[in-house]
Every structure is written in C-alpha cells, then in structure tokens.
C-alpha cells in the first residue's frame, strides 16, 4: 500500500532452525519483563525503541545505529524487525525531554518510513502482508503466507485509544511467515504496549512529583522577598532555569493608567524590554498579554500564528511557536501577567498550565506581601514629610518656601508630571464683590473664571510649560495645560477650570481620571 520499503532482503540465510512456538512465546515473555524491569522512564523505554548513535572508528565510516529491542524481536522472530512511535502521542513534558536530553538516540521521524507501517498506525489494528507474482502488495490470505507483518503499540487501556507506535517484521518470499508468527509478533507489541504504558504512569506520577518540587522550590525562594522588582526577576530566573523555557516575562497592570507595565524576565529580550520600560495598553485588543490582564484566565496557545490574539515581540529574536500566559490574581484582582515563551510549537500541555497557575497563585501572593510592605514603607516616608512640613509651619519661613517644600515632599512621596498649588487671590476677589476677603465659598459669577493665582508649581512638565508663580487660571490654561487634561475636546476655560471650582465648593479631593469603554478605549475624562 504506498510502500516505500523494496523486496525484503534475507537477514538470516542460511540460519539454523527457528525453535518450536513455545520456546519462542517463552523468550517474548522474558523480554516482556526485562522490559518491564529495565523502564523507568519514557527516555528508558525510548532508548530499547529508538535506534542509538554509535561512533564508529574513523576508519569504519560515519556514524552507526542499532535498537536494542529490535535486534532482540529479531531473534525472536528469526526476521528483520523495525519499530517507530510517534512523539506527538506522548505528554508535552515528555516530548520535551526526549528532544532536548536525548542526544544519543535517533529520534523518529513525524511518520513512519513504510505504508505498512502507516496504514498499521492508522487503522490501530494488526497487518499482514504478501507479495504476489507481479511484485504488488496484497493482505495476505489464509492460510497465512505473508512476507511482511505489522503491529500497533498502545500507550493506554482506552477502547478509543490511539495507536502509539508500530513493530514491524519483514522475510524474503522463499521464508514466508505463518500464523504463529502473527501471534508471536502480537504478543510482542502487547509486552511492548505493557512497557510503555507503565512507563508513563511512572513519568507521569514523577512529573507530578516534580511539579510539586517546582512550586516549593519558587514558593520559598520568593515569600521572603519584599522587594517587588527584586522579586519578579527573582521568579523569572527561576521559572527558565527550573523548565528551561527561553523567555519567561513577568507584567504588573497598573489600572488607574490602563496599562500592563514589563517589570522582569529572562532571555534574550528582557535587558532591552527593561530598558525600554515596554508597556501594553490594557484596552489593546491585540496581545496575550492585555487579554489575559483584562479576562483573568489562561490563554494557552501552542501555535501562536493561528491565534488571532499573538501580538509578535517588538524585539528579536522572532522565534515564538507556542505561549502559555497566567494572571497573578490575589483577592479577585489581576496584580500581574506570567508570560512563558517557547520556540517550539505544541509544547504546552494541561499539566503545564496545572503548574503555572498553581504557580500563579503563590507569585500573587508574594506580590501582595510586597505591596503591603512597600506600602506600609510609603506610608512611614509620607508620616516624616509631614513632620517635615509641619516643623516649616512652626518656624520662621515665608508662606512662598513652605508651600514649595509641600509640593517638592508630594512629588517624593506621590510622583507626578507637575504639582500646583493655588490660592484664592483676594484682592481680585473683592474687585469682583464675591465675600469681599475672598473666602471658602468664594465661587465665580457664571461664564468668568473663579479668582485663583498660582502660589506654587513644581514637576518637570512645569520646566517645560515654562510656568511662573502669580500666573490666574487663564493663562495658565492658555500654556497648554488643557492638553495634559484632555485630548478629547478643544480647550474651553470654564470646562478646564470646573474640577478647580468643584474642589472651592467640596470638603473632599476632586480625582479627574479616564472613562474607561467596554471595548477598553478611553472616551473621555
């Protein structure tokens, strides 16, 4: 059937008399239970499956291949044997290993070399083969007359199982199999398929153990961390050094800019991102990383070019196959985005993301405790400029140094592009006849502005607007400062002004901030 393998040749002319069914069903068993005794792993069991590099002398040529259960099934079945499995039928986490730690095995290709094989594999069902006269390939008849026989192996119980992998037997015409030789043959994929599956089980059960290492492991490095930075990088140095994934990106959303702001990594990119200070809008349609910040969920994606959400790395390397993307959510809120990267495609699995959202769980927790700490540090700076500004008030300095000093300790405490502080300017105030002195409840006549002068300014953008002390609130708009407030609409005074009259009329703080839209679009403020 589309076979790619010519007339099988003779490996055992002139060989002695095979052994009577039972000597031979007895040797199957017996490799059965070396089998069985000599995997631990699914590497283990590769290295009896796959054929092995071998060097060779120099003067031998290139490089030779042998597999040892091959060469066992040959004896067994006085014939020459083959087998294949595929990778794909294998966990993620197992795909991983045998790619990246195997290096003294030939890994199979994505299909097996002959049609037998292949239709073997597909149908899950055992096939013999015989040639006929004019050299063409048919199902052997009975009585069996066959010069080729193959077998599926299975990794699982599971009646709707697929196969995994296929054994193979090939004799010249004149030395055709039988019967018994089928059976035998089949009772060797089922002592193989028996191997495998305990193999599995057993990676399996080390992953899991493994997984339960993984998370202690980051879980104490980071809880007495309370330095967030520091803390980050130290996750993200240990998640690639742990799994060995290529890039690995730890975000935090700041909600109040809408943004998902790159704090730490690791990989070719992170020194760069870092530099760069990288940030993704959270309204951003495109990118993993705005839509699990916004959603909360895991996006598992293992073939980034068929998902519509991938938004490529602004920097190379270009080589991103498949991501794995968790939120950091502590009491409901999304504090930070885990972002794990490999070059490789399909190398995820639900035990990874089982993994890294238990993961998850911890990092959201270590930033909290940061945060709180950080926090409680604010709050101690925040106590000592007040008493700083409170030792001004007591002594002998002008009302110009001490209102320069409350904005100089604000922006320490408070960072901002500029600071201002206004007063109400009384003698305009009583020229206008509003509460003569100009008082708390002074407010302006409709359509004219409210009586402020500018006491004091402070931040960079004051450098660059060129602002002065003594400036009222028209001009001060007229600088440009109605730009800083709103892109959304032309500059009107009344409008700007209105958040600074409602602050004259209110015993609490006044927060102009962005209307946030469903579809994550700032409409206005």
């Not at 083959?82 to 290096?103: G, K, M, V, Y």
Request: proline share 8%; with cysteine.
């Amino acid at each position: 059937p589309g076979s790619k393998t010519q007339s099988p040749p003779n490996p055992h002319a002139g060989a002695a008399p095979r052994p009577d069914p039972s000597q031979r069903w007895k040797a199957i068993v017996q490799l059965g239970q070396r089998l069985m005794e000599q995997v631990d792993s699914p590497a283990d069991l590769a290295a009896l499956l796959l054929p092995q590099k071998q060097s060779a002398p120099a003067n031998l040529g290139p490089v030779s291949a042998c597999c040892p259960l091959a060469d066992a099934a040959s004896q067994i079945l006085d014939a020459q044997v083959e087998t294949w499995f595929s990778l794909a039928a294998t966990p993620a986490f197992i795909q991983r290993q045998l790619t990246s730690e195997n290096d003294s095995l030939h890994l199979p290709a994505p299909q097996p070399e002959s049609g037998w094989m292949q239709q073997a594999f597909d149908e899950g069902r055992s096939l013999a083969f015989h040639q006929l006269e004019d050299d063409s390939w048919v199902e052997a008849p009975e009585p069996l007359q066959a010069q080729v026989l193959v077998a599926p192996l299975f990794s699982d119980h599971n009646p709707n199982r697929k196969a995994a992998g296929v054994i193979q037997a090939l004799r010249p015409r004149q030395h055709p199999f039988t019967s018994v030789d089928f059976e035998l043959l089949q009772g060797l994929a089922d002592q193989v398929s028996l191997a495998l599956q305990a193999a599995l089980r057993m990676a399996l059960e080390h992953h899991r153990a493994g997984q339960l290492a993984a998370i202690s492991e980051v879980s104490n490095a980071i809880t007495s961390v309370l330095d967030t930075e520091r803390l980050l990088e130290e996750v993200s140095t240990l998640i690639r050094k742990r799994f060995g994934y290529p890039f690995v990106h730890v975000y935090t959303v700041n909600p109040a800019r809408q943004e998902v702001v790159y704090e730490a990594g690791s990989g070719q990119r992170s020194q760069f991102l870092k530099q760069a200070a990288y940030t993704l809008g959270l309204g951003d349609t495109q990118g993993l990383v705005p839509w699990v910040a916004r959603q909360g969920q895991t996006a598992l994606v293992n073939d980034v070019t068929q998902d519509a959400r991938y938004r490529p790395s602004p920097l190379p390397p270009f080589t991103t196959r498949s991501e794995l993307t968790v939120p950091l959510i502590f009491g409901g809120d999304v504090l930070g985005v885990l972002d794990v990267q490999s070059d490789q495609a399909g190398v995820f699995g639900e035990e990874d993301r089982f993994l890294f959202e238990a993961l998850a769980d911890h990092i959201a927790i270590a930033m909290r405790n940061a945060n709180l700490y950080r926090t409680e540090i604010w709050r101690r700076q925040v106590a000592d400029s007040l008493h700083d500004v409170a030792g001004l008030l007591s002594a002998d300095v002008g009302l110009s140094q001490v209102l320069k000093a409350i904005l100089t300790e604000l922006e320490r405490n408070l960072p901002c592009d500029l600071a201002s502080i206004w007063l109400l300017d009384e003698e305009a105030g009583a020229n206008g006849g509003a509460n003569g002195g100009g008082g708390s409840n002074t407010a302006p006549a409709p359509g004219r502005l409210p009586p402020l002068r500018l006491a004091a300014v402070h931040g960079p953008m004051a450098t660059g607007l060129n602002l002065a002390e003594g400036l009222d609130l028209r001009s001060f708009i007229e600088c440009g400062v109605e730009e800083i407030a709103s892109d959304s609409a032309p500059s009107d005074p009344l409008n700007e002004a209105a958040f600074l009259v409602e602050a004259l009329r209110s015993d609490a703080p006044v927060i102009r901030s962005p209307i946030l839209e469903g579809n994550g679009v700032i409409q206005g403020s």
